[in-house]
């Protein structure tokens, strides 16, 4: 019986989602990752719990895993 040819798997950068912690509330909130725009990101977004203002961090290391905080403005 003959194999199927092995496949090169794909190296894809990782996408999803990861979660914050408010610094105002406590909340943790939900965001979407995009690698796409940088290995250090940096964006400020309002809570949708308190409506407070957040500086968010997003780090991506050389293997592609995530580094996300978030401090307050």
């Known amino acids: 019986m003959k194999r199927p040819p092995k496949r090169r ?11 914050y912690i408010c610094d105002a509330c406590g909340e943790e909130i939900v965001i979407p990752l995009d690698p796409s725009q ?5 964006y400020v977004e309002d809570c ?3 409506c ?3 500086v968010i ?3 991506f290391d050389e293997q592609g895993e995530s580094r996300v ?3 307050r403005e």
């Not at 798997?9 to 979660?19: A, E, I, L, N, Q």
């Open 9 to 19: 798997k794909k190296k894809r950068k990782p996408t999803g989602d990861t979660f």
């Open 38 to 42: 940088g290995s250090e990101q940096e």
């Open 48 to 50: 949708p719990v308190c």
């Open 52 to 54: 407070r203002p957040n």
């Open 57 to 59: 961090h997003v780090e």
């Open 69 to 71: 905080w978030a401090e």
